[in-house]
Nanobody, 124 residues
C-alpha cells in the first residue's frame, strides 16, 4: 500500500504560480512512477504530468507543456508539480497518483494509488 497526501493548492491570480507537493508513505516510493491528474467541475479527470521512478523521464499534457514542471525527491518521498503562468482553465482539483512500473503513462487506469486531491483556483 502507498498513501499519498497532496498539499500546496490555493487561490492564485492568472499568471501566477503555485507548487503542489505529494508526500508518499508506505511502500518504497522510489519504485513507483508518479503522475499528476486534475479534475475540473463537471469534467472528467485528466492527465497533467508524469515522472519515472528515477526522475529521468517526464511526460506532459499538451495543455500544460512549457508551463508546468514535475519533479521528485526520492529521499523525501515527495513528488512536486510546479505550475507557472496559471490560467483560469487550470482551475481544478489536482490529484497525485502512483504507478508500479517501469514506464510512465497518461492513462488513469495505469495508476494503482491515488491521493485525496488539493484544490487550485485561478482567478481571472
Amino acid at each position: 500500500q502507498v498513501q499519498l497526501v497532496e498539499s500546496g493548492g490555493g487561490l492564485v491570480q492568472a499568471g501566477g504560480s503555485l507548487r503542489l507537493s505529494c508526500a508518499a508513505s508506505g511502500r518504497t516510493f522510489s519504485s513507483f512512477a508518479m503522475g499528476w491528474f486534475r479534475q475540473a467541475p463537471g469534467k472528467e479527470r485528466e492527465f497533467v504530468a508524469a515522472i519515472s521512478w528515477s526522475g529521468g523521464a517526464t511526460y506532459y499534457a499538451d495543455s500544460v507543456k512549457g508551463r508546468f514542471t514535475i519533479s521528485r525527491d526520492n529521499a523525501k518521498n515527495t513528488v512536486y508539480l510546479r505550475m507557472n503562468s496559471l490560467k483560469p482553465e487550470d482551475t481544478a482539483v489536482y490529484y497525485c497518483a502512483a504507478e508500479q512500473g517501469v514506464f510512465i503513462y497518461s492513462s488513469r487506469s495505469a495508476y494503482d494509488y491515488w491521493g485525496q486531491g488539493t484544490r487550485v483556483t485561478v482567478s481571472s
